[in-house]
């Protein structure tokens, strides 16, 4: 059987697997028959706990995971670049600062987390362009400029909420992640966003493809090769932007999941934006539920997990330098 069909159903049975476990086990602990009848007939007061409580989360960690790892793939893609993530360049921690400032200075105006996260992300995005392009976008250059554009926002939204102590608690508690309390109003607001960003960005995925080529192939095929990389950026902070408005700040899952799917299901971005999203899905419940478990009824945020896993990760990726020089 072909390798990419292969991956294709292990990624998938892993993930309803890990959904199943994840919606089983907690404070609340059923069977797997019960939770199935349960969810079909709502007979049984576990379940509908269950419901209400887990399955919002649930929800939210796939697709969260699901955004994040496709919104690496276009980063990556559109910079040439196999270190590019939203985390370690900054666009989620300025996404994440310009909520909070929206939030504390222009409550008349703060119609949408997600609009203001966008916002941020943009600017940020911007920001790496402009100070990491010189005759093209060099990866290394990119991931030392994009570092210092996270470490300036993260030090300005900590400063805010320092400042304004009365937000210490409930800011304080996302700065890492989010996963936690989440509710159907969350779901309502992910679902839309998310597939709406997912399918923007397998619409493109041929523009990604043609990026691989060097610019001036692409630009004699007639195509404007600023105006691709623009909205393919575009589309990428915007999926990074609707995971950290409810999901807050996990770093490193835009960075894992496209390496490793590009190893099994290769390079093309109509196959690789699929499988991404799968495994991204997969990655960041697993975190989730692993973090919720562990040690309960203490919880390790998913964003903690992943910093342990993407550190090493990220280190592995740079003693590989001859990776460096392109996707």
Request: net charge positive; proline share 3%.
């Amino acid at each position: 059987m072909n390798k990419k069909i292969i991956s294709f159903i292990v990624v998938i049975l892993a993930l309803v697997g890990v959904t199943v476990y994840s919606a089983a086990k907690g404070s609340i602990s059923v069977g797997m028959m019960t939770l199935v009848d349960g969810v079909l007939h709502r007979n049984s007061e576990e379940v509908n706990v269950i419901i209400d409580l887990r399955f919002p989360r649930i929800i939210v960690s796939i697709l969260t995971g699901a955004i994040l790892a496709v919104s690496g793939v276009l980063f990556q893609s559109v910079m040439r670049n196999p270190l590019a993530d939203a985390g370690i360049m900054g666009i989620s921690a300025g996404a994440s600062f310009f909520t909070l400032f929206g939030l504390l200075f222009l409550p008349s105006l703060f119609i949408s987390s997600t609009l203001f996260a966008f916002l941020g992300g943009a600017v940020s995005c911007c920001i790496i362009y402009m100070l990491s392009w010189k005759s093209g976008l060099k990866p290394l250059r990119v991931i030392l400029t994009g570092i210092a554009v996270s470490a300036m926002f993260t030090g300005l939204r900590e400063a805010l909420v320092n400042i304004c102590a009365y937000f210490n608690v409930t800011v304080g508690a996302s700065n890492a992640s989010n996963l936690t309390m989440k509710t159907w109003e969350d779901v309502e607001l992910i679902v839309p966003l998310g597939l709406l960003g997912i399918i923007l960005a397998f619409l493109v995925s041929p523009w990604c493809n043609m990026l691989k080529l060097q610019d001036k192939k692409v630009v004699q095929l007639g195509v404007n090769i600023q105006l691709v990389r623009i909205l393919i950026s575009v589309i990428a902070v915007f999926l990074a932007a609707v995971a950290t408005s409810i999901a807050g700040i996990i770093v490193f899952a835009g960075l894992i999941i496209p390496h490793i799917s590009r190893q099994l299901v290769g390079t093309n971005h109509h196959i690789l934006i699929p499988f991404s999203a799968l495994a991204g899905a997969f990655l960041i419940l697993t975190a989730d539920t692993f973090g919720r478990l562990l040690i309960a009824p203490l919880e390790i945020p998913a964003s903690t997990i992943m910093a342990v896993i993407g550190g090493p990760f990220l280190i592995f990726l740079l003693r590989k330098g001859d990776k460096l020089n392109g996707v």
